[in-house]
């Protein structure tokens, strides 16, 4: 193996600030489009930060066109009518407000309505083509509503494929929004449990990048554009998932016990703009890996602060339900970052060994979701020994991920992995 040397820092502009989402107007013009479809859900159709994005649209004289069906677990079937409805609209840029699921379907529906393709063609194998995208997409500006998925920053777009019952997605650095807008005005009405899965899942994406197998001991790509969006730790990626462990295990349990606290909110908001950065550079691995099945194999479990009637583990507790017994898992490849880890969490790790490493990772996060409510492990939300092969065989095909885990794990690994998940404390 030829061992990859180089790395690349991409990412979108930021612009931060209580009230910023008023200037979207502003940055649409800026990029010169005229007519603009502006994504979101049913939840969020008639709220402020819908109703604030078009008014300053408009005041641009931009022809702003609402689509509001985006799905909040988006899936093929819902890309694809994204998808159409773009490429009837002609549109010459879009902008996002919302969650992860907003952002993904915006991406999907810009590069489809750009270079019109069969759908698989874009999508990671081994379940799509992976043909890398042609050239440049139409601005998308990217407006969060909820402090997690740091989608704004990333070039990646998931999505449910039914047919297989996977999740899978499209990864490529031109799918990532030329702006986010970060405003913690769009943030203040996020139910606690939503508020703390959201949290929680960035926390993972800064401790899955921060300690992700480093860029340079995977292969180089035979051509430059062949480098994968995650390229596995490095220097950039290391700064930015940091800064970002610190502040979300210093300030989230603020967030979740005050929701009026706007000073917390805002910088866990901003944090979770760093994360993505982090991640949306250096990469996931195993606890996102093995969420995917999680999430998708749900039973009857709902969540507190979700709707009634559907079942579902939300996206940052399926992953972080499986981050301690990860990371006892990786710890053994390198015990200093994930001592470090548990260092920025507030940890006193003056007194451990390489040896504890993991145990006092994975002992932080514990500690962290206690303190912010999340349930006792897979088995509080409805699964048992006997679900484990399935889950398995559910993260298996997930390798664009797992593959970056700093220390390889087989089958047989992630069936101990999701056993010892089962119950946290
Ligand atoms: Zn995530």
Not at 29 to 43: C, F, K, S
Not at 176 to 197: E, F, H, W, Y
Not at 266 to 278: H, K, M, N, R, S
Not at 352 to 363: F, M, N, Q, T, W
Request: net charge negative.
């Amino acid at each position: 193996m030829k061992p990859e040397t180089a790395f690349s820092m991409e990412t979108s502009s930021i612009k931060y600030g209580p009230g910023v989402t008023r200037e979207v107007g502003w940055d649409m013009e800026e990029q010169g489009a005229h007519r603009v479809m502006v994504l979101t859900d049913t939840n969020l159709r008639d709220k402020e930060p819908v109703s604030v994005t078009l008014e300053a649209l408009r005041k641009h004289s931009i022809d702003a066109v609402l689509y509001d069906q985006v799905n909040v677990e988006p899936t093929d079937v819902s890309f694809k009518e994204a998808i159409q409805f773009a490429e009837e609209g002609h549109f010459d840029g879009f902008v996002a407000v919302g969650g992860g699921s907003s952002m993904d379907t915006a991406k999907a529906a810009n590069l489809y309505s750009t270079y019109p393709a069969d759908f698989m063609t874009y999508v990671n194998p081994p379940i799509g083509g992976g043909k890398p995208v042609p050239g440049a997409l139409k601005p998308l500006i990217a407006v969060p509503t909820t402090a997690g998925t740091g989608s704004e920053t990333t070039g990646v777009a998931i999505f449910d494929f039914l047919e297989m019952n996977a999740k899978t997605g499209i990864a490529h650095r031109a799918l990532r929004p030329i702006k986010g807008i970060v405003d913690p005005n769009n943030t203040r009405s996020l139910p606690q449990m939503v508020a703390a899965c959201t949290g929680l899942d960035q926390l993972t994406h800064a401790l899955e990048s921060l300690t992700a197998l480093p860029y340079n001991q995977r292969p180089a790509p035979e051509h430059p554009k062949l480098r994968p969006a995650y390229q596995g730790a490095n220097p950039i990626s290391h700064i930015w998932a940091s800064r970002a462990i610190e502040i979300i295990s210093h300030k989230l349990v603020r967030v979740i016990e005050d929701p009026s606290d706007d000073e917390a909110r805002g910088e866990v908001l901003l944090a979770a703009t760093y994360a993505g950065i982090g991640f949306g550079n250096g990469g996931v691995h195993l606890p996102h890996g093995m969420s995917y099945p999680v999430s998708g194999m749900v039973r009857d479990y709902v969540p507190e602060g979700y709707p009634p009637g559907h079942p579902l583990v939300p996206h940052g507790m399926a992953v972080v339900l499986n981050a301690p017994a990860v990371f006892r898992f990786t710890a053994p490849a390198n015990p200093e970052v994930h001592l470090y880890a548990a260092k920025l969490m507030g940890k006193d790790i003056s007194r451990a060994s390489p040896e504890d490493a993991g145990e006092v990772l994975a002992s932080a996060v514990v500690e962290l979701m206690r303190k912010v409510g999340m349930p006792n492990g897979l088995s509080a939300v409805g699964y048992g020994p006997e679900d484990v092969d399935k889950l398995v065989e559910g993260t298996l095909p997930q390798h664009r991920v797992t593959k970056l885990s700093p220390r390889p794990a087989s089958a047989e690994d992630l069936k101990q992995l999701f056993l010892d998940s089962l119950k946290l404390w």
